[in-house]
T-cell receptor
Framework: DQQVKQNSPSLSVQEGRISILNCDYT??????FLWYKKYPAEGPTFLIS?????DKNEDGRFTVFLNKSAKHLSLHIVPSQPGDSAVYFC??????????????FGKGTKLSVKP | DSGVTQTPKHLITATGQRVTLRCSPR?????VYWYQQSLDQGLQFLIQ???????AKGNILERFSAQQFPDLHSELNLSSLELGDSALYFC??????????????FGPGTRLTVL
């Protein structure tokens, strides 16, 4: 049973336009969410995170939006650059309960930014 | 460079064999996490250690075990290997508090191929 879902395996965007990557979760105990970027032959790299007490967090070109009622979050990249081409993983964590601190990952979305 | 190191980078072995994967966390990090990424799958959490003690278990098979040593490096032991164990194995570490709001920093991974 997948607790974190990224329903789009791939996304193609033109350079300079907005990239929107989506993520849904089912476990209402999740209260911290992260996005990781992964290039081939490298480990995932932390990108941006958001706590459940917020609905938006911004860091430069990257913004994460959280809709708790819909159990949905999204990552916006504006403007998209060719160097952003990578696999993006959404992850969630619960601050209480036996699994606190552990990240549950989605399967990833492969973003291709075309020049 | 995340500061997390993993060795070896690649490992090719036969079914039934036993291997050991090694991870050195970032300087000062007390928590170590192990993840498995199979083809077309997200990262599956296996196990977490905090300052030498097992803290949480995920989808780790009984044939797999791990430990964290006094110098905080960790080893993941995989035994009675099967073809389906072929995957990327990632180690991650997080900041000293071990709390749930600390981002995890990933190593480059070990690619295990079981023939």
């Amino acid at each position: 049973d997948q607790q974190v879902k990224q329903n789009s395996p791939s996304l193609s965007v033109q350079e300079g336009r907005i990239s929107i990557l989506n993520c849904d979760y089912t476990n209402s105990m999740f209260d911290y969410f992260l996005w990781y970027k992964k290039y081939p032959a490298e480990g995932p790299t932390f990108l941006i995170s958001i706590s459940s007490i917020k609905d938006k967090n911004e860091d430069g070109r990257f913004t994460v939006f959280l809709n708790k009622s819909a159990k949905h979050l999204s990552l916006h990249i504006v403007p998209s650059q060719p160097g952003d081409s990578a696999v993006y993983f959404c992850a969630a964590s619960a601050s209480y309960g036996g699994s606190q601190g552990n990240l549950i990952f989605g399967k990833g979305t492969k973003l291709s930014v075309k020049p | 460079d995340s500061g997390v190191t993993q060795t070896p980078k690649h490992l090719i072995t036969a079914t039934g064999q036993r291997v050991t994967l090694r991870c050195s966390p970032r300087s000062g990090d007390l928590s170590v996490y192990w993840y498995q990424q199979s083809l077309d799958q997200g990262l599956q959490f296996l196990i977490q250690y905090y300052n030498g003690e097992e803290r949480a278990k995920g989808n780790i098979l009984e044939r797999f075990s791990a430990q964290q040593f006094p110098d905080l490096h960790s080893e993941l032991n995989l035994s009675s290997l099967e073809l389906g164990d072929s995957a990327l194995y990632f180690c991650a570490s997080s900041a000293p508090s071990g709390g749930s709001y600390n981002e995890q920093f990933f190593g480059p991974g070990t690619r295990l191929t079981v023939l």
